[in-house]
């Protein structure tokens, strides 16, 4: 399915309120603007009134992030690497992307969808071949492509031990990331770890289960934040930031820091 001109204007402009304040802040303390856009899925879109509490981890990177690296985040829910560019929604991003900004990729969520040709990619091959797509764009563009393997669900076996749900697509990432020397966010390996530690009963706490949904996929905000948290301090640890890019990686964010605007659709 293609955009409309409509639709792809929306998209577009959908980040430039956050990005023009960021300039303002960012001029008057000396520093060039470098913006992280999130190309992506479910698990790290913006998220609307009618959602809540469901909650996107994109939602929550700015707390730990300087207002001169804002992120425009144009994750959206039901997107595989596949369906973002047949929908023109990468071409969106590179429109907007400007030398020294960020492309930080995650998908496989809906990619593994293998009775949907519309999203479904096959890891080794044309997972790959989409994700290439995202890493030369953004480096024709002399922006810096980052790679995320996707924040892992909640499932745990009988035993109580967190089990891994997307197959072979980690691997293919983490084998693309190092092909092309891509930055590599192993979200899925430090989220996995992060739910073994929680453990069954409190990772319920992370995920959006409510007293009518118990959704073991999509986060509530102190999930959300946590996941933040995790992709703050790859970024950091991977060099993609500097030390004076972040904030808060060892302070508790108020989950009432997390808001849900009414959808303008």
């Not at 190092?178 to 430090?190: G, I, N, S």
């Not at 999930?223 to 790859?234: D, F, S």
């Amino acid at each position: 399915m293609s955009l409309t001109r409509r639709q792809v204007t929306t998209a577009a402009l959908a980040a430039v309120p956050l990005a023009f304040a960021a300039t303002g802040t960012a001029q008057a303390s000396g520093r060039r603007t470098r913006t992280l856009y999130i190309a992506g899925d479910s698990t790290a879109a913006q998220k609307y009134a009618d959602a809540a509490p469901e909650t996107g981890w994109g939602m929550a990177l700015p707390f730990f992030l300087h207002k001169d690296r804002p992120v425009s985040n144009h994750a959206v829910n039901g997107r595989s690497s596949k369906s973002f560019v047949d929908e023109g929604r990468l071409d969106v991003i590179l429109s907007a992307i400007r030398p020294g900004d960020f492309l930080l990729v995650q998908f496989a969520h809906n990619d593994e969808k293998t009775t949907d040709p519309t999203r479904y990619t096959e890891p080794w091959t044309t997972y790959q071949d989409y994700l290439r797509l995202y890493i030369e764009g953004a480096r024709a563009r002399g922006a810096r492509p980052v790679l995320a393997t996707s924040v892992e669900r909640r499932r745990f076996d009988a035993s109580g031990n967190a089990v891994p749900t997307h197959g072979e697509y980690p691997a293919a990432m983490r084998a693309l990331a190092e092909e092309e020397r891509v930055a590599l966010l192993d979200l899925q390996a430090l989220s996995l770890a992060l739910w073994q530690k929680l453990g069954v009963e409190e990772t319920k706490k992370y995920f959006n289960w409510t007293a009518t949904e118990q959704d073991n996929t999509h986060f509530n905000p102190p999930g959300a934040i946590a996941v933040a948290r995790l992709v703050a301090a790859e970024l950091l640890h991977h060099r993609v930031l500097a030390p004076q890019d972040v904030r808060r990686l060892d302070a508790e964010i108020p989950e009432s820091w997390i808001t849900w605007p009414t959808t303008t659709a």
